[in-house]
């Protein structure tokens, strides 16, 4: 009864490709049918393994591959999308620190020292009172040049790892109270933020062209 169930096993599992002297194809279940010349030549198909094959499922070569540019496309997308973000904020910072650049020489120039010694950082303003200031200021015997020849090529420059606080360089016009030629030079501000506004530090100004 064994061998019996066994050999149906064998049977129904296996089936033998063999090719003629015409290069015929044929299929068969039973060793016995096929000639013996072309037994040592035959084929097995195994039905079963076949199918468990064709049911596992197995990424290929070429799926990894793609797989792989998929993952590395979307991490050059997010860092181009992180790359906008950071250069929003660097134009950001370069503008509100142009504008109150442009405000601090607008103030200087005018004369308005009360005004300007409230841009300055807390710790500049703690080792420097108003008073001192203004009069130290107004006693300078040179000046800001006229408004055409003020500021010019101002270049912020901004730290993302550090983005409290930038520098500013500008090429300043300064001019004698009195009488002289404008004189030019490149000056260079460390701005600070501070309670969202952008400060300056005072000592650095009072050093400037006396």
Same mark, same amino acid.
């Given at each position: ?66 797989? =792989? ?25 370069? =503008? ?7 405000? #601090?020489? =607008? ?46 090529? #101002? ?44 400060? #300056?530090?005072? =000592? ?7």
């Amino acid at each position: 009864m064994f061998s019996i169930l066994f050999a149906f096993s064998i049977s129904w599992a296996e089936t033998y490709k063999w090719v003629d002297e015409n290069g015929t194809v044929h299929f068969t279940q039973d060793l016995g049918s096929i000639p013996e010349r072309f037994r040592d030549r035959a084929e097995i198909k195994n039905d079963k393994t076949e199918d468990l094959e064709k049911k596992v499922d197995r990424p290929s070569k070429k799926d990894s591959k793609g797989q =792989s540019k998929e993952k590395a496309k979307g991490k050059r997308e997010k860092s181009k999308e992180e790359q906008q973000s950071t250069n929003i904020k660097i134009r950001k910072i370069e =503008s509100e620190v142009t504008d109150t650049f442009n405000t #601090i020489i =607008s103030l200087w120039k005018e004369g308005k020292f009360e005004a300007l010694y409230e841009y300055g950082t807390l710790s500049s303003k703690t080792n420097l009172a108003k008073e001192n200031f203004v009069s130290r200021m107004g006693n300078k015997t040179w000046g800001l040049a006229p408004s055409w020849e003020t500021i010019r090529d #101002i270049d912020i420059k901004v730290d993302m790892k550090h983005p409290t606080f930038v520098y500013a360089s500008a090429r300043i016009g300064y001019k004698p109270k009195i009488a002289g030629d404008t004189i030019f030079r490149t000056e260079t501000y460390r701005f600070m933020l501070e309670h969202g506004t952008w400060r #300056i530090d005072l =000592s650095k100004i009072l050093k400037a062209v006396q």
